[in-house]
């Protein structure tokens, strides 16, 4: 798995928080931002962080996912398609977390990045993969979880190709873009539910 170039966790959420402040009109005095205990970075393309966002009229578990600096998993890169797609999907219905925020000024904490609704659960994991985990979630399921969550992929997976792309506000994206290959773009985000138990609609996650 790609590993971050810079871990200062401590730094970016400092910055964040000013971010928050300035640009999102949070109170100074009130907000406070804390990381979990067990967060690191992580995420397979993007570097990603958990963290809770409190204020004097807010208290929620988030995600905050940064554009790669460093080792790419992807030659091409576009974090604001990725969170259009997002929004989209979100929208419909699919089971995908819901983009609360996108900042595409990368002088603000060191790249671009989004935050999203954290969702409990447990992920399956990358490394080692988890169909070959003996001890991770589907190594440990029985045959008929095994069975549901395969049910639920296909489900979710057949309503994805189901999506009429003329219902679909996906701004980001050229009309040539979409044409050309339709179900490539509405894939583009299948890293996007790493922080929690969801279905990834990219193949990857279940």
């Known amino acids: 798995m790609p590993i971050s170039t810079e871990k200062n966790l401590d730094a970016k959420l400092n910055l964040l928080k000013d971010w928050f402040v300035s640009e999102q009109n949070f109170d100074r005095q009130s907000i406070s931002i804390t990381p979990h205990n067990n967060t690191l970075a992580s995420g397979f393309s993007n570097e990603t962080f958990v963290f809770k966002l409190t204020e004097k009229n807010y208290n929620s578990d988030l995600v905050l996912r940064l554009a790669p600096t460093g080792y790419r998993v992807f030659p091409e890169y576009n974090l604001k398609k990725q969170v259009s797609i ?3 999907l979100f929208s419909k219905g699919l089971p995908v977390p819901e983009v609360l925020f996108y900042e595409g000024n990368s ?10 609704n954290y969702i409990k659960g447990e992920a399956p994991s990358d490394n080692p993969p988890y169909h070959l985990d003996p001890d991770g979630m589907m190594g440990r399921a029985d045959s008929e979880k095994r069975r549901n969550v395969w049910i639920d992929w296909l489900f979710h997976l057949s309503n994805l190709h189901n999506l009429d792309l003329k219902d679909i506000n996906l701004d980001d994206f050229s009309e040539d873009d979409i044409n050309r290959n339709p179900i490539i773009c509405l894939l583009y985000t299948s890293d996007a539910a790493d922080e929690g138990l969801g279905v990834d609609l990219g193949g990857r996650r279940i």
């Open 107 to 116: 002088s603000i904490i060191g790249s671009e990045f989004y935050i999203m």
């Open 86 to 88: 997002m929004k989209a």
